[in-house]
């Protein structure tokens, strides 16, 4: 995959030689060993089989998911990453490899290196700055680099959608909402809702899904959050991209501009400029555009609160304790207090605005 900026839409130039591959990689807690623990033989395998000499492993904190990533310290002072899936992952393997088919001639994805049809792979490291970090760390290039990443989006909206994944729908939507509401209430609060406030939840929940589904579709990467993005010299690069599929055509600004970090700094004038620059690129009305991604993110940050509260909850993600404050208020914020909001603003307003006073 040749360096290039994300907006362009010529070919790519060939993939670079291993010997160009950047040093660092993708950020969170590291644990470095000098060889390669037993659950990870698959991946030494891989090193050893694609003609590579291994020096070092750093293990990598993962996200919510089940992947576990490493990266490989390689005899010629070089580095690249390694993905294990486990056996119930596979079809997440398969996806990926299909997206990044997709995306490649027109975003900038890693480069794959290797893999064993078993659930191993190298790939590209991108480097240890992900652009969470960078936007967080440098208030002068946020403007910037969330211009870089709605060129970016844009140019993903605007693909033909490849069919890997089945398009958002009422279901999909709707089912977040319920992992939502369980994963918040009974199990990170343990206070479940009472039968009447069950009842305006999903009353709210059902019209929220009816109204998005007939917002206009195009591709999503479907996790376009920061955490998911790398600022390059020609722009960004976008990982985790295996469940792309079709949806609201505002879905991807939603994860880019109200999520995780950028909660905590993020204005309505910034997020109005970067909707601006994917309105222009899509050729779309941006304050109807900016009216659909308030519905939108609605959605997403309650299913994001859903993800959140479950990993805290089951002892598997201590970091999101610190999102899911800033997630629930943004909740607060979207609700309406009339129309199809108002049941479950009474809801919020009773169970959750409490909690973050």
Request: net charge neutral.
């Amino acid at each position: 995959m040749g360096r290039r900026s994300a907006g362009r839409t010529s070919p790519p130039s060939p993939s670079p030689a291993p010997s160009t591959l950047r040093p660092g990689g993708a950020a969170g807690r590291r644990h470095s060993i000098p060889v390669f623990p037993s659950e990870f033989s698959g991946l030494e395998r891989l090193v050893r089989a694609s003609g590579h000499e291994p020096v070092r492993v750093e293990i990598l904190a993962g996200d919510v998911g089940r992947r576990r990533y490493v990266r490989v310290a390689l005899a010629d002072r070089r580095t690249v990453l390694g993905v294990a899936y486990p056996a119930e992952e596979m079809d997440s393997c398969r996806r990926w490899l299909e997206a990044r088919a997709a995306l490649a001639p027109h975003v900038r994805v890693p480069d794959l290196i290797a893999e064993d049809r078993e659930g191993n792979q190298l790939v590209e490291d991108l480097g240890v700055e992900d652009l969470a970090t960078r936007l967080a760390a440098r208030p002068e290039s946020r403007a910037e680099n969330l211009g870089h990443a709605a060129r970016a989006a844009a140019m993903i909206a605007g693909i033909p959608d490849p069919a890997i994944n089945p398009s958002f729908d009422f279901a999909l939507f709707r089912r977040e909402l319920e992992l939502a509401r369980e994963a918040v209430f009974d199990l990170y609060l343990e206070q479940p809702l009472s039968p009447a406030d069950r009842e305006a939840h999903d009353r709210w929940a059902d019209a929220l899904c009816r109204e998005i589904l007939v917002h206009p579709r195009a591709l999503c990467h479907r996790d376009f959050h920061g955490n998911n993005l790398f600022p390059l010299e020609e722009g960004i690069a976008a990982i985790d991209f295996q469940d792309l599929r079709s949806g609201p055509d505002s879905y991807d600004l939603a994860s880019l501009l109200w999520e995780r970090t950028t909660l905590e700094w993020m204005t309505p004038a910034l997020a109005e400029e970067t909707i601006g620059q994917f309105s222009e690129r899509r050729r779309l009305d941006a304050a109807a555009l900016s009216r659909r991604l308030g519905r939108v993110l609605l959605q997403r940050a309650w299913k994001v609160c859903g993800t959140f509260a479950r990993a805290v909850a089951c002892g598997r993600g201590e970091v999101y304790r610190r999102y899911l404050p800033g997630e629930m208020a943004l909740v607060g914020r979207l609700l309406g207090v009339s129309g199809e909001d108002r049941p479950f603003r009474r809801v919020y307003d009773a169970r959750l605005a409490p909690l973050l006073s």
